[in-house]
């Protein structure tokens, strides 16, 4: 029973990257559409791409470098703090982009039938916000999955990888349920991403803290030891 619920522990991160990944798809298109008035085509074109570019891009490159890292905080940690910390201003930035566009110039809270144009600004901050939590999300999430991997004895890793896809897909259920309860109040938005916003970092610290590394010192082939 221990050994479960520190291997629940060490894929907190997970869980929190795949909540803000549901976070989008729960609540995304509303907030593009109703919101924004974007129309749908390019709501779905952003929906459809923004997720599989950045991992797409993020995801190999992040592999290859905590597998290499020779932080002395260990392979994996300064990934997973700086992409938890980056996804979560990338929600706070979406959640605040109405009101930022209101603020410098948009006039859509002052005419009765407002279109995309006159939320301009709110469209830019928001899919600044939008591409960055997911290029953040993808960047702690290689090396949190990396990190059960790397700790977790190899006979328990069958346990182990189940007790990950389940994180996962509770996270995603949570991310889904809360999207729609939240969606029936006056500023849906706003309240799911400060959710996640907050959600996010207060997930990696379970895997921080117990996921202890040692600092990684590569191989030496003889031929450079001589």
């Not at 995801?59 to 597998?67: M, T």
Request: charged share 10%; hydrophobic share 50%.
């Amino acid at each position: 029973m221990k050994a479960t619920l520190w291997m629940f522990a060490l894929s907190a991160c997970v869980a929190g990257c795949q909540f803000v990944y549901s976070i989008q798809f729960s609540i995304g298109v509303p907030l593009f559409q109703s919101q924004l008035h974007l129309p749908a085509a390019i709501t779905g074109l952003i929906m459809a791409t923004t997720g599989p570019i950045s991992g797409l891009l993020i995801q190999p490159l992040v592999g290859v470098l905590s597998d290499n890292c020779q932080s002395k905080f260990g392979r994996r940690r300064p990934f997973i703090i700086s992409g938890c910390l980056f996804c979560s201003m990338g929600m706070l930035l979406v959640m605040h982009a109405i009101y930022l566009g209101q603020l410098f110039g948009d006039t859509s809270m002052s005419i009765p039938d407002p279109s995309w144009r006159d939320n301009r600004l709110a469209i830019v901050f928001s899919l600044v916000g939008f591409w960055i939590m997911n290029l953040a999300a993808n960047w702690p999430f290689c090396p949190a999955r990396a990190l059960v991997n790397d700790l977790v004895p190899l006979e328990s890793t069958p346990q182990a990888n189940c007790i990950v896809t389940a994180s996962q897909a509770a996270a995603s259920i949570v991310a889904n349920l809360l999207g729609a309860q939240l969606f029936l109040t006056p500023d849906p938005y706003t309240l799911l991403f400060g959710i996640g916003s907050i959600l996010v970092v207060v997930l990696m610290i379970p895997t921080l803290f117990i996921g202890k590394e040692q600092p990684y010192i590569p191989a030496i082939s003889p031929s450079k030891s001589n």
